[in-house]
């Protein structure tokens, strides 16, 4: 069984950043792939960065790219999620999960283990 923590949430202006944080218990997630979702009310869940086992592979929704990054540290067991220029229109709960299996999609359902989630708000 895998525990997934998320945190770093919270309010922020538009313009501003935040970093989230994902900490793993119960596995060492060193040989699995990571990722970051995100659902806004009346929403469906959607993708937003994924990470390989060994953080040499990213990806990112479109929307995301070059401002946010995500990363890992095995020793940490623990990937991190850094949002910059934010937008109002990335207030959204967001959830970090594990795939067991090879690669790193953008489905949530092909992701086995998932976090609670933080909400993080940007204030226009």
């Known amino acids: 069984q895998v525990k997934l923590v998320e945190s770093g949430g919270g309010l922020v202006q538009a313009g501003g950043s935040l970093r989230l944080s994902c900490a793993a218990s119960?596995?060492?997630?060193?040989?699995?792939?990571m990722g970051w979702f995100r659902q806004a009310p009346g929403k469906e869940r959607e993708f937003v960065a994924a990470i390989t086992w060994s953080g040499d592979g990213t990806r990112y929704a479109d929307s995301m790219k070059g401002r946010f990054t995500i990363s890992r540290d095995n020793a940490k067991n623990t990937v991190y999620l850094q949002m910059n220029s934010l937008k109002s229109e990335d207030t959204a709960v967001y959830y970090c999960?594990?795939?067991?299996?090879?690669?790193?999609?953008?489905?949530?359902?092909?992701?086995?283990?998932w976090g609670q989630g933080t909400q993080v708000t940007v204030s226009s």
């Open positions: 999960a594990v795939i067991l299996r090879p690669g790193v999609p953008q489905t949530p359902t092909l992701y086995e283990y």
């Open positions: 119960g596995r060492t997630l060193s040989s699995y792939g």
